[in-house]
């Protein structure tokens, strides 16, 4: 249990696996209507995703990461440095794609913990976990892939706590906050590596 960010391979996304059990919701409606928003907007519809690829441990080609530590710290961090709209943008999403959006697109489709989807893009939460990650002096150390956990394992279970020994900086001051800055560059970086959507599940 608990909330996780994972990515989205092609047929899951246009609700096409006949895997998935009959009682689960698909993301075929979140698909459609994120396609309608965009032509809206005058931009094309997203059609282009890679298949879901089988897991290998740090290969880099899938993201699952779990949102563990409590964020009170990670968004002071965000008050104190970034305006409400950035902050927004960064964290208030339930899917991430790899879209340019000068403003997240909210649609009427029900997500795993709302009423509806709030949609970024992922070049615009880049730029912004980049600015973080630079403030914080965010170390190179921190897992390159999160194929299964590796940043919520690295923070958690004491890699972290061992780096920071070695590394000081403000990242160490508070590494709840610098678990989420991780997170939202890497789940960015991710998006937009793989061409794949992350969602909130």
Known sequence: MGVYLVS?????????????????????????????????RGLPPYTSLPEEAPFVRGSGTTFEEKLVPPMEGFIGLCR???????TETLCGWSALVPISLDEEIC??????????????????????AERLARIIGLPPEIPATSDNLELTTWFLDGA???????????????????????LYLRAAQHVLRRGCPIVMS
Do not use: C, M
């Open 160 to 182: 972290a706590k061992d780096t920071a020994a070695v590394r000081p900086g403000l990242w160490t001051e508070d590494l709840d906050a610098a678990f989420y800055v991780a």
């Open 8 to 40: 989205i391979g092609a047929r899951e996304w246009f609700g096409e696996d006949d895997d998935r059990d009959e009682d689960e919701a698909g993301f075929g409606e979140l698909a459609s209507a994120l396609n309608g928003a965009l032509l809206r």
């Open 80 to 86: 104190a440095h970034l305006s409400a709209e950035e």
């Open 107 to 128: 649609l009427p489709v029900e997500s795993g913990y709302a009423h509806e989807t709030t949609v970024a893009g992922a070049p615009q939460v880049l730029a912004i």
